[in-house]
């Protein structure tokens, strides 16, 4: 049971997901300042100094914030691909070359024993993309940041052990809300943010027998709750058979504190 991750922070003010194996560790975004950073990393008992690298999903600043100050400060390789590169150009600072790597959409990179599967979603940024990690039999997936879940995402992440998986609105606290009709309209549309039901009804089809995690991430801090997405997730898993504390557990995240290292 070498695979192991945790959330460190998760939501619209900043996102990093830690995942490793007993050889190498890799970060999933730096959305939170250097010194935030340094925080969430002793909360689990880990070193940033030990990371194989950064990997970067898109750059919205919520997923990028700290990068350019980790990688500088650490000399640590950065992962992501072209078109996100040039998106980030101006936005991180100056990262030398030598610690700068091309990770295209629909790669697989291997880290040791770890192998890291790239997959497109949709959102509104320049390419984004999420990952799948396997160790042996062992598979994480994160996903987050995407409209909607297409039958070939729901291909590339289906039957994980664990999953961090977008929840990011309740749809009429986002209708009924005081963002400007603009934002709500990206929001809800198929380059923004998956709701709660839209949310529940992927998972659905992506479970399989191995399937025993499922973490909450994303929550719009305006227009969500921790325990309406959690009532919202598990009712809707319930109409498609899903009973949650029998077949998957439902785990909450955080904009400000790690979850648990959790192993799968």
Same mark, same amino acid.
């Given at each position: 049971?070498?695979?192991?991750?945790?959330?460190?922070?998760?939501?619209?003010?900043?996102?990093?997901?830690?995942?490793?194996?007993?050889?190498?560790?890799?970060?999933?975004?730096?959305?939170?300042?250097?010194?935030?950073?340094?925080?969430?990393?002793?909360?689990?008992?880990?070193?940033?100094?030990?990371?194989?690298?950064?990997?970067?999903?898109?750059?919205?600043?919520?997923?990028?914030?700290?990068?350019?100050?980790?990688?500088?400060?650490?000399?640590?390789?950065?992962?992501?691909?072209?078109?996100?590169?040039?998106?980030?150009?101006?936005?991180?600072?100056?990262?030398?070359?030598?610690?700068?790597?091309?990770?295209?959409?629909?790669?697989?990179?291997?880290?040791?024993?770890?192998?890291?599967?790239?997959?497109?979603?949709?959102?509104?940024?320049?390419?984004?993309?999420?990952?799948?990690?396997?160790?042996?039999?062992?598979?994480?997936?994160?996903?987050?940041?995407?409209?909607?879940?297409?039958?070939?995402?729901? !291909?590339?992440?289906?039957?994980?052990?664990?999953?961090?998986?977008?929840?990011?609105?309740?749809?009429?606290?986002?209708?009924? !809300?005081?963002?400007?009709?603009?934002?709500?309209?990206?929001?809800?549309?198929?380059?923004?943010?998956?709701?709660?039901?839209?949310?529940?009804?992927?998972?659905?089809?992506?479970?399989?027998?191995?399937?025993?995690?499922?973490?909450?991430?994303?929550?719009?801090?305006?227009?969500?709750?921790?325990?309406?997405?959690?009532?919202?997730?598990?009712?809707?898993?319930?109409?498609?058979?899903?009973?949650?504390?029998?077949?998957?557990?439902?785990?909450?995240?955080?904009?400000?504190?790690?979850?648990?290292?959790?192993?799968?």
């Amino acid at each position: 049971m070498s695979l192991h991750f945790s959330v460190l922070a998760s939501g619209s003010t900043g996102n990093a997901i830690y995942v490793a194996t007993e050889e190498h560790s890799l970060l999933i975004d730096a959305g939170l300042s250097g010194k935030k950073m340094q925080e969430l990393f002793n909360g689990i008992g880990r070193k940033i100094e030990d990371l194989s690298g950064i990997l970067v999903t898109h750059e919205h600043s919520d997923h990028i914030k700290g990068l350019g100050v980790l990688a500088r400060k650490y000399k640590l390789p950065i992962y992501a691909n072209e078109k996100t590169w040039k998106a980030m150009d101006g936005l991180v600072g100056v990262i030398p070359t030598e610690q700068k790597f091309n990770f295209e959409i629909e790669q697989v990179k291997t880290f040791g024993g770890l192998d890291v599967q790239s997959f497109g979603v949709s959102h509104d940024a320049a390419e984004p993309m999420f990952y799948s990690f396997h160790d042996g039999d062992k598979k994480v997936v994160v996903i987050t940041d995407t409209g909607y879940v297409s039958d070939r995402m729901k !291909g590339i992440i289906s039957n994980a052990d664990a999953y961090v998986f977008e929840s990011n609105h309740d749809v009429q606290m986002l209708q009924m !809300g005081h963002y400007p009709w603009s934002i709500k309209r990206r929001i809800l549309s198929d380059v923004g943010h998956v709701s709660n039901e839209d949310a529940a009804l992927a998972m659905a089809d992506v479970m399989g027998d191995k399937t025993k995690r499922i973490y909450l991430a994303h929550l719009s801090k305006d227009n969500n709750m921790k325990d309406l997405a959690r009532m919202s997730v598990q009712q809707t898993l319930a109409t498609r058979d899903v009973i949650v504390g029998e077949q998957v557990e439902l785990y909450d995240t955080d904009p400000n504190k790690p979850t648990a290292l959790a192993f799968v």
